[in-house]
């Protein structure tokens, strides 16, 4: 026994070397929080980096890269970043509409409904298909092969370059004699995420989904949660490396299987923690305990404080299976509180299908004025009226609001717009911002598949934007989708309206060629009272 | 029915008298119809036809009958007898009679020592009383009338060495080499956390891959997988585990390892190293009997080489791969890349000095490369040809012409050199697969093979029979009214 224990003193300094050797480090982490309305909002973030990368200078896309050696970074995302020069990558697959009067900020900023993908790129070499354009083209087809999911349609059509809304995570590389860095930011509302996404996400996890946190990604449990989203996020920390976080959010509701809020991992997810990781640096679940209440939580964490009681994988006994009790019951509130100071709501009016009313309402429940960018990215079949431009609090007009304002204008069957606007919220007030839109006439194979449902707007974003420039934390609200639905033809019919069409022109034609060329004569009537004369 | 005549003591005038009434006139009127009809087919037909441009068939057969020729010259030095050229110019022929087929392509000549330019294609073999030694392209050997047999059947060896042609992968400019260590499951403990690949590799492939860079380029990746399971349970036997060579043919466990990502169409070689799960330690490879066998290494041709390493019992619960057995596991590598590669080996009895291959084992590998590329590069030449001429509807377009006519130079450039550089007749064969084979693959090809005729007479009936109908009947009458109008001048005369 002493032996090996002895044994067991060797090995660990030999284990941590292990893990340092390759310059990679793995780190997990479980994050459970009980919201106000009773739901429980859960975090899993697998993060992997490595050390001393630096991202590829799309400069030498022609020459000859280095090979690729990975231990713990996902080989088959990090030949995507390598081939295409990607410096930072942000790709999320969101299903539902994130409540955040009800639960607040998401620990992860980007929520919004269906596939989003935005990413920085540097300018590359002359050679056309070293582009930021068609690299960020390649990227997408990549990524939607990676992931099984419809990244291909986040064409031209829907890609903008907002300025204010997507900045850096992480550093963008000065390389020289390299273009700065440009920004491709694409979202497509009407993608969901579902367990053909979500098994190359477990895929590309060093222990994927058999060991450690990943073993509670249970695709049955998290696709039935009242939200649930997937996140790919690629930065660059210059002093530490290439970092990829993988993560994965969802919003279950303990409440609609029993009575009660109590929440176990095994109620959640249906497992427990069996196994840890062995090459996870560290692995741990966070829960945030409740402050004004009683609870129990069973087993004991590892470390409590500032309120989060924190469970280390490798110091708790395994298997693992952290619950929260509450002795009371569960009192729904009969107003729900506001838990973000922001919040947006958009709707479009108008029963025409050529015309209608974009009305955003945007209430500053804070008591200090706020300066916030509103971004719009619109799809070329709708367009925005400038003139229209209506901005109010409480139905006074304050054009005074807008600071600022760019727009970029749709181009017909090739380019997306962008309205990205700087708004002054006063305290305690909401804005209500209005605008006219014009639809489009599509062509007859513009239509989606299931024309009749229309098309979805993605979300706008309305961003707090920092006080004192270099401030880099962004906090983003996304609104919901809106759907708008254009003039569409009767798809059922063609070959009728072929026969129709062609039955017209030959009637005209039969019409004007019997004209010409008929013979005109004269006939005596031979009428009994002509006769007579 | 009488000519209609005017009545008499009307007012009216007689419409026939009228200018856009006289017979003429309507005639005229009629008949540009047909006019614009007519002069509007061609148009139409070039409009909706399908753009098909010749391709060069008969370039295309001629070629296909072509035969590329390699010269092969052996000096003999150092010979005493004089005769002894001629008789082994005698043993060769006898045995490029017997199998023909291995032979194609290769002229050999053997001339005696008083040659003095060394062209390229020359192959000397000194007489000496030492083993056979082959070093570049020079052979030593023991010639002695008794000795020359054998002679001739290392020379046939080193010229066209016997290949496996299952096993070797096909010939690709640039490959991909995909090495992964795979832990079928690492929580179970003492698993692999890691190996020194640059290391290993610098050591033990860079020196293959810097004498192989004439036929390949090369990308190196690699990964470490920690949860790798098998698709199915191995057999338990008396000490351990076992793999019957049944389930060697399903080892790879696609579904579950993600090997290799498609960033590129390069082919990818993987080389796995499986570290069996420490429940299941050691796991072997059985033979057909269902012994253990002596090997831990398994080839899967034209896909890559899998090792089986079973961790020491005394490993640490988590350690890097060892140095000794990285060595035995990349030189096993080494080994499998060289046959997936289909580099030849040389006799038995002959020895060698060169670090991996000699100019005798290069050379025979660069043409059997270059005869392959060009039979594939005439078979797909003649492939296409025979399948524009059959699907009359498929398109032709000026990238797939282009890439044909591009392909049939490269071929003529391959032919021409083929005398002269053995590596640049292999780059010019490689060129002419690869642009036949995208030539082949255009998607541009398929466009239209799916809208049948049937579908274009569907839309056009409904406009064209309605208005095609009254104009023939018009032009049927004013035909017979103007021929009986004929008839009665002539009678009238």
Avoid at chain 1, 154 to 178: H, I, K, N
Avoid at chain 1, 449 to 465: H, T
Avoid at chain 2, 225 to 235: D, E, G, K
Avoid at chain 2, 358 to 368: E, H, M, P, V
Wanted: charged share 15%.
């Amino acid at each position: 026994m002493r032996k090996s224990r002895f044994l067991w003193a060797l090995c660990l300094p030999a284990a941590c070397l292990s893990q340092s050797f390759s310059g990679e480090t793995f780190n997990e982490e479980l994050a459970i929080r009980a919201l106000p309305d009773g739901k429980v909002a859960s975090r899993f973030e697998f993060s992997t980096l490595l050390h001393g990368a630096s991202p590829r200078n799309p400069r030498n896309l022609s020459s000859e890269d280095d090979s690729q050696h990975y231990t713990l970074f996902p080989l088959a995302l990090g030949q995507i970043l390598r081939q295409y020069a990607v410096t930072e990558l942000h790709l999320t697959l969101n299903a539902g509409k994130w409540n955040y009067d009800r639960w607040g900020y998401p620990d992860e900023p980007d929520v919004a409904t269906g596939a989003s993908m935005w990413t920085w790129m540097a300018e590359g070499s002359p050679v056309p298909r070293h582009s930021v354009d068609a690299r960020w083209r390649d990227l997408r087809n990549a990524l939607a092969g990676l992931f099984c999911a419809s990244l291909a349609s986040l064409d031209e059509q829907r890609t903008t370059s907002p300025v204010l809304a997507f900045v850096p995570q992480g550093a963008l590389p000065a390389w020289p004699q390299t273009e700065p860095h440009a920004l491709r930011h694409a979202s497509l509302p009407s993608e969901h995420v579902c367990t053909e996404n979500l098994t190359p996400f477990l895929k590309l996890l060093p222990c994927k989904s058999r060991a450690g946190l990943a073993r509670l990604l249970n695709p049955h449990r998290l696709l039935d949660a009242d939200w649930h989203g997937m996140g790919l996020h690629v930065s660059w920390l210059p002093e530490e490396g290439v970092r990829v976080r993988l993560t994965f959010q969802s919003v279950t509701d303990p409440l609609r299987a029993g009575n009660t809020r109590d929440w176990s991992l095994s109620s959640l997810f249906d497992r427990k923690i069996e196994a840890a990781c062995p090459v996870a640096a560290s692995s741990r679940v966070v829960v945030a305990l409740p402050t004004d209440e009683s609870y129990s939580i069973r087993p004991e964490p590892s470390f409590v404080g500032q309120g989060r009681g924190i469970f280390d994988l490798a110091a708790q006994p395994l298997p693992l299976d952290v619950g929260l009790h509450w002795p009371t019951a569960f009192q729904y509130a009969t107003l729900p509180t506001a838990q973000s100071p922001l919040s947006v709501r958009r709707t479009l009016h108008g029963s025409s299908q050529d015309h209608s009313t974009l009305a955003v309402s945007i209430k500053n429940a804070g008591p200090a004025a706020v300066r916030v960018a509103y971004l719009e990215t619109l799809p070329w079949i709708v367009h925005l009226y400038l003139h229209t431009l209506e901005l109010s609090v409480d139905g006074v007009p304050r054009a005074d609001l807008l600071r600022d304002l760019s727009y970029t204008a749709p181009v017909p069957h090739g380019r997306a717009a962008a309205l990205e606007a700087v708004l002054e919220l006063p305290p305690n007030s909401t804005v209500s911002l209005r605008l006219g839109v014009g639809r489009a006439f599509l062509q007859y194979g513009e239509h989606p598949p299931d024309a009749q449902r229309g098309w979805e707007l993605p979300a706008a974003v309305v961003v707090v934007l920092p006080e004192h420039p270099g401030n880099d934390s962004q906090r983003r609200v996304y609104t919901s989708a809106l759907l708008v639905d254009p003039a569409t033809p009767d798809f059922s019919m063609p070959y009728n309206v072929i026969i129709f069409s062609c039955s017209l022109v030959a009637f005209i034609f039969g019409s004007v060629f019997n004209g010409l060329t008929r013979r005109f004569i004269v006939v005596a009537a031979r009428e009994p009272g002509l006769q007579a004369e | 029915m009488p000519p209609h005549v005017h009545p008499e003591g009307t007012t009216l005038r007689d419409p026939s008298k009228l200018f856009f009434q006289l017979d003429f006139n309507r005639r005229l009127i009629i008949a540009s119809y047909w006019v614009v009809i007519i002069a509007a087919i061609p148009l139409w037909w070039h409009f909706t036809s399908i753009e098909r441009l010749s391709l060069p068939t008969s370039r295309v057969h001629s070629q296909a009958a072509n035969q590329l020729r390699f010269p092969v010259q052996i000096q003999l030095e150092n010979i005493q007898d004089a005769s002894l050229p001629a008789s082994l110019q005698q043993l060769m022929d006898d045995r490029i009679q017997r199998s023909p087929q291995a032979w194609k392509g290769l002229d050999v000549r053997v001339r005696n020592q008083n040659g003095a330019n060394k062209p390229g294609d020359l192959y000397t073999v000194t007489a000496n009383d030492n083993i056979p030694f082959a070093s570049q392209r020079d052979l030593t050997y023991p010639i002695r009338a008794g000795t020359l047999s054998m002679l001739a059947d290392a020379l046939s060896i080193l010229l066209v060495p016997p290949t496996d042609t299952h096993r070797v992968a096909q010939y690709s400019p640039r490959y991909r080499l995909a090495f992964t260590l795979l832990n079928e499951d690492a929580a179970a403990g003492k698993s692999i956390s890691g190996w020194d690949i640059s290391d290993a590799i610098s050591r033990h492939m860079s020196p293959i891959l810097n004498d192989l860079s004439v036929l390949h380029n090369f990308t190196i990746e690699s990964q470490v997988q920690f949860h790798a399971p098998l698709a199915f349970s191995p057999l338990s036997v008396a000490d351990g585990y076992g793999i019957t060579p049944e389930d060697l043919t399903v080892f790879v466990n696609s579904a579950e390892w993600s090997l290799s990502s498609s960033v590129s169409n390069d082919p990818v070689l993987h080389f796995v190293v499986f570290i069996p799960s420490a429940s299941r330690r050691p796991l072997q490879i059985l033979d057909s009997r269902g012994s253990p066998s002596p090997s831990s290494a398994f080839l899967l041709p034209q896909w890559g080489g899998i090792i089986i390493y079973n961790p020491p019992p005394e490993q640490e619960s988590h350690a890097p791969l060892p140095q000794s057995a990285l060595n035995s596991v990349f030189s096993t590598f080494a080994t499998q890349l060289l046959a997936l590669l289909g580099v030849p080996n040389l006799p038995p009895d002959v020895q060698t000095d060169a670090p991996v291959l000699t100019g005798w084992q290069l050379d025979a590998l660069l043409r059997r490369r270059a005869l392959e590329n060009a039979k594939g590069a005439q078979d797909t030449l003649k492939s296409i040809v025979k399948l524009v001429d059959q699907i009359e509807n498929m398109p032709v377009g000026q990238d797939v012409k282009g890439d044909v006519q591009d392909s049939l130079t490269a071929l003529d450039q391959m032919y021409a050199s083929s005398s002269t550089s053995l590596n640049s007749t292999l780059h010019q064969s490689a060129n002419a697969l690869t642009l036949a084979s995208r030539a082949f693959f255009n998607p541009g090809m398929l466009a239209l093979l799916y809208f049948p005729a049937e579908h274009k007479y569907a839309v056009y009936t409904p406009l064209f029979a309605s208005a095609m109908i009254p104009m023939i009947a018009t032009a049927v009458r004013e035909i017979k009214a103007w021929r009986k109008q004929r008839r009665e001048a002539a009678a009238a005369q």
